[in-house]
């Protein structure tokens, strides 16, 4: 469910990572107030764990698959929101940095959808207000499958959102969300179903770690969450104002565009369709593109001129690498 | 990521080239992290139908990946992994866009292959970029670098905490599912009915490994916090790194050299 960089605007990936900071600060300053300072070592390891986890697979009976568990809610349930949010957050950085899943733009998303929700919405919201005081197994295992549910379909909502605001897919909304939404259900009953198990195995193996979260737990406010929603709106609101305004653009364009090709000049077949286009490319050179996704169809630019110009670029980036590299076996030293 | 192992062969890869020693692995941190979001944000705040003008943006991880003379082989290959979810949600852009945007040797080239193809080239800019930073830079002073850009001392210890227990977990999380590989004969044994008492005795051994650190941390004088590295002026090859990349970053940004090129050339030929 990792977010992808390629599938961002720069503006839905700014404000996630706006939503995403400010989540991070916040449950920093909650914790740096907590008095347990064992809780710092905890999380490091459990971080750990938690990397490794997800690299060990289980098969599904009946499917041929195979699932693993994702840890966002697991580690709410055994540390609390703030722990936990932290922690699956520094593991999508070290797994940003290192394995490149998602990327450095998709990583505010990415610790949104699979931090955010689990830790500070699913967590507090559903699970601490079902799961009561003292719950028997079923209500137990009721309540842990329907929340792991829940952050599972919101996360894929949010991935689907993330993605149709940034506008690159061409997939529309109803369709994306009728294709993510299925496959994270399973995903999160997959879920659901491994972190219930993992809590059931520590109830009978140790008990007080359990019992240590139990009590210890003052119920979050939602204020801050209320503010970061308004100032995440108020930006993809802003992404998207400027996405319609470019629209006018993309028309001017396509009429200047046609006003160019109509040069009066008496050619015939390749030199006349060459002359023209040059008398085109001429006028893009002269035109800074403007910085916008609204401008459509004209952008992509005519074929062989472009196609050749590509061409070129690529193959002076792989001369200068080349010849970078050979200066380097040398022993000189160039600046980059 | 076939094996626990194999992931952590290759994260430890990674991990090996930050420890070069050229021009670049001694810029400070900042400038790397500087540059990159830099160009990331380029690349990304093209229109969806661009492809021509991303190219020259291969410069950048091209001329890093040169003259830090890292494993380009390597990296090209880490890169690739990553494609797939991309690939799952690109995919659908050629048959939902039909519109034909330019001919080329009479094949109709569509607006949809045109955005998947800007994707994947997105895609591979981006995940590059990224790899090429941790590469030249190394975790630690990339965390750092974060702290000295306004991340929270808490979560950086969290960050650097990881670190240090990611590798020592990493393989005792591996040992165990190798050696439930070994005891499953034909698929069997690797359902949910071993996978949830596996995990829970690697979280028990993890939780137990977390308080020995803990006293550990207390006997060698921890008082919740870790010391400050020492922090570092920038000096003006950093400087000069951050003018130069943002400089041409920003230029090819606003002009497309390959159009430019292109029509170069045609105009000679006419």
Redesign the interface.
């Known amino acids: 469910m ?1 977010m ?7 503006s839905v ?1 700014g404000a996630m990572w706006a939503v995403s900071a400010g989540a ?2 916040w ?3 909650r ?2 107030r907590e008095s347990d ?2 809780i ?10 938690l ?3 997800q ?7 009946g499917t041929g698959s ?1 699932g693993h ?1 994702t840890g966002g809610l697991l580690l709410a349930i055994l540390l609390g929101p703030s722990p936990a949010f ?2 699956v ?3 999508l ?2 797994q ?6 998602g ?3 998709a990583l505010g998303c990415n610790i949104f959808n699979l931090g955010v929700i689990p830790a500070f919405i699913v967590y507090p919201l559903l699970y601490r207000r079902l799961i009561g005081p003292a719950p028997g197994p079923r209500r137990e295992a009721a309540v842990t499958l329907f929340a792991a549910l829940c952050a599972m379909q919101l996360g894929a909502l949010c991935v689907v959102l993330e ?1 149709t605001l940034s ?6 909304l109803v ?2 969300l009728a294709l993510m939404l299925p496959i994270h259900l399973a995903i999160g009953a997959v879920e659901g ?2 972190t219930l ?2 809590v ?3 109830r009978k ?2 008990p007080e ?1 359990l019992a240590r979260r139990a009590h210890a737990e003052a119920a979050p406010s939602l204020k801050p969450f209320l503010a970061a929603a308004l100032v995440c709106a108020l930006l993809v609101a802003g992404g998207i104002s400027r996405f319609a305004s470019d629209k006018p653009d993309g028309l001017e364009w396509s009429v200047a565009g046609a006003a160019g090709n109509a040069e009066p000049v008496a050619l015939h077949g390749v ?1 006349a369709y ?2 023209a ?2 008398g085109k ?2 006028w ?2 002269e035109y ?2 403007p ?7 004209q ?12 061409l ?3 193959i002076i ?2 001369a ?3 010849l ?2 050979r200066m ?1 076996r040398g022993g000189a ?4 | ?1 076939a ?2 192992h194999g ?1 952590l062969l ?2 430890k890869r ?2 090996r080239l930050a420890g070069g020693d ?3 692995h001694r810029l400070d941190p900042r400038a790397k992290v500087l540059a ?2 830099i160009f ?2 380029c ?11 991303l ?2 943006f ?2 950048y991880p ?6 830090g ?1 890292l494993p ?1 082989g390597y990296l090209a290959s ?2 690739l ?2 494609f797939p ?2 690939v799952a ?2 995919i ?2 050629p048959f ?2 039909r ?1 034909v ?4 040797g009479g094949i109709g ?1 569509t ?2 292959w ?2 998947f193809a ?3 080239l ?2 591979a800019l ?2 590059a ?3 090429t ?2 590469a030249l830079t190394g ?1 630690v002073p ?1 965390c750092r670098a974060l702290v000295g850009l306004g ?5 950086a ?14 393989d ?3 040992r ?2 190798r050696a439930r590989e070994m005891r499953s004969f034909g ?1 069997k044994g ?3 009915a ?7 005795h ?3 051994r ?2 137990q ?3 020995r ?2 006293m550990a ?1 207390l006997a060698r004088g ?1 008082n ?1 916090m870790l010391p400050a590295a020492e922090s570092r002026r920038p000096g003006l ?1 950093d400087l ?2 951050v003018l ?1 990349w943002g400089a041409l970053l920003i230029t090819l ?11 170069l ?3 000679t ?2």
């Open positions: 990792h992808a960089d390629a599938l961002l605007s720069p990936g991070i600060a449950g920093s300053a914790l740096g300072d064992r710092a070592p905890l999380m490091g390891v459990l971080g750990g764990f990397f490794a986890a690299m060990i697979n289980f098969s599904i009976p195979s568990l932290l922690t957050a520094s593991v950085v070290v940003a940095l290192f394995f490149a899943d990327g450095l733009l993605t506008g690159v897919s061409e997939l529309s369709k994306f179903a491994v198990a993992v059931s195995f520590l193996a140790r770690l030199a060459l002359h286009l040059q490319l001429a893009f050179a800074r593109m910085a916008g996704e609204g401008v459509a169809a952008q992509a630019g005519p074929g062989v001129a472009g196609v050749l110009g590509t070129i670029t690529l980036v792989v200068v690498a080349a970078l590299r380097k030293a160039p600046e980059a | 990521m094996s626990v992931a290759d994260l990674l991990d050229t021009v670049l990159t979001l990331i944000l690349v990304v705040s093209f229109g969806r139908y661009e492809l021509s003008a190219v020259p291969l410069f091209a001329v890093l990946i040169a003259v003379r380009a880490r890169v992994l990553v979810f991309v949600v690109g659908f852009n939902l866009d519109e945007l330019f001919r080329l080239v607006g949809g045109v955005s800007s994707i994947m997105r895609t981006t995940v970029a990224a790899l930073l941790t975790f990339i991340m929270p001392k808490v979560f210890m969290q960050l650097l905490f990881l670190y240090r227990y990611l590798f020592v977990l990493a005792e999380g591996g165990a599912a698929g690797r359902g949910l071993s996978y949830a008492p596996l995990l829970g690697l979280l028990l993890t939780w490994r977390a308080e650190t803990h941390m921890y919740g090859s000069l790194f130069f940004r606003l002009c497309n050299l390959p159009r430019l090129l292109g029509a050339v045609t105009g030929l006419t």
